[in-house]
C-alpha cells in the first residue's frame, strides 16, 4: 500500500511550532509519517500566523507557489492551519480559487483525520473553525523531531485583549493544561535525551490549574527534571508578580532570562493598546527583578507607530530601552489587524514611511545598548549548552547561555547536550565568541548556577517573532518566522 505522509510548514511564534507537533501526533496515529518534502506528500499543510500583516502575506505567496504543486499531484489535500485560519475561514477557499481543501483553526486538530478523510471521500472542501473554551490536547503527546531543545504548551488563548492584537479572536479564550501531566512531560522529554525545555503560552501568567499558578508550575518542573533547563515565554507586565520573581531565583535550572513586553514607553499609548499596565509599574517589575537577580537577561516586544503615536510618545519608548538596557528587543511597526478594537475605532494615522524612521530609530538605538552590553561580556565565564555545529563551519559550534544568548566556540571535545563553562573572549553586538574552560567533566549533569557572576548579553531580534533553530533536530519541518 501507498505510504501517507505529510508535509507542514510552520508560520509565526514558538506556540505554533509545539502545534504542528500536536497535528503531527494527530495525524501520525491515523496512519501518516512527517515528511520534509513537499512534492509527493499525501499532506501539504501551512501552519499559519495572523499576528501582522505581513506573516498572512507570506502565506498568501505561498499558496500561490503551492499551485504548481497541487496541479503535479491532484490528489494531495491542502490545508491551512492555525490562526490565519480562524481569521479568515471561507476566504482562504474562496481566494486561493480551489487549491485549499481544509481549513482547521487551532483547537480542532484532533478533527484532522476524519476531515482528511471526508474531503479525500467527497472531493469537497472542509472547514473546521471553532474556538473551545476547554481543549488542551493534555493528552496528546506530541510528535517532537529528536534534538535537546522541546518546546511544552502549558495554556492556550489569551483574555487580555491588546487593541492591536488577534491573538484572542485566532486562539480563544485561555485554558491551561494540568500541572501533573505537564510535570510528568518533563520527565519523559529528560528521558528522551531533551536538556531544555521551554514552556509555552500567549501569557503564561494566567496559567491555573485549579489554584496552581504559574509559579507552582515552574516550580513543580524545575524540581522534576533538576539537570534540565527550563524556559518559558510570554509573560505579561500585569501578572508578573513577586512570586514568580523568588520561584526564578531559587531554582539553579529556571534560566535567568525573561521577556516581557512593554510595547510603548508611553503612558498614553499604552492605555489606547489597553496593556493595563503603566511605565511605572513596569519599571518597578524591572527593579525587583534586578534586585532578586541581579544577573538576569531581559527582552521585550515593541510596536511603533501605533494609532495616534506621536514624536514624544516615541521618545518615551527610546528612553525606557535606555532605562532598562534590554539584552535584546523585538521591534515592528504596528499593523492593524481587521476585528481587534484598534482596528475598528481608532486611526492609523502614523504613515508607513514614518512608522519605518521611528522602527528604524529604535533598531540603532538596542544595537548600541546591545553593543556595549556585549563589550562588557569579554573575560566572564558562563554555563553554555552544547547546541552543535554553527553555521559557518564544523570546527566552530554554538551553545547557549542561561541568559539566552549564543556563544561560538572551537569544538574540541564538546558534544551536543552537553552542558559546560565557557570563558567569553570576544563580543560583537549580536554574538558571543569564547573558549570551553573545562575538558569533559561537567557532561549531562548541569554545572554551577550562573549566578553571581559578569553577564550581560545583547542579542537584537529585529522583526521577527521568534527565532527557532532546529538544526540538530534529525526530522526538519521548515519553520517560517513572522
Ligand atoms: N502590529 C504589530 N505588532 C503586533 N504584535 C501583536 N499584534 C501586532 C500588530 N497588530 C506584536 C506585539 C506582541 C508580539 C508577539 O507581536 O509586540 O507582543
Ligand atoms: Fe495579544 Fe495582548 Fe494577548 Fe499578548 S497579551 S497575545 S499582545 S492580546
Redesign the pocket.
Known sequence: MEKKTVYIETYG?QMNVADTEIVLSVLHKAGYTPTSELEGATLAFMNTCA??ENAEEKVWNRLEHWRGFKKRNPDAVVGVLGCMAEHLRKDIIKSSMSIVDLVVGPDEYRKLPTLVDATRATAESGIAVKLSRTETYDDIMPFRAEGISAFISVMRGCDKFCT???VPYTRGRERSRSLTSIADECKQLEQQGFREITLLGQNVNSYDDEGKDFSDLLAACARAVPNVRIRYT?SHPQDFDQKLIDTMASHDNICKYIHL?I?SGSDRILKLMNRTYTRDHYMGIIEKIKLAMPNAAMST???VGFCTETLDDHEMTKSVMREVEYEGA?M??????PN?KAYDTLADDVSLEEKSRRLNEIIVLQNEISARKNLIEVGGEHTILVEGRSKRNEIEWKGRTDTNKTVIFPRLDAEVGEYRRICVTRATSATLFGQLMDQKESKTIMPHSDRGEVIYDALPHVGS?VSIDRQNHAFELPVINS
Open positions: 511564534c499576528i501582522r492591536f492584537c488577534v510570554t513586553p510595547q516586544d515593541i510596536i523585538y515592528f511597526n504596528y499593523s492593524p489587524r481587534t517573532a
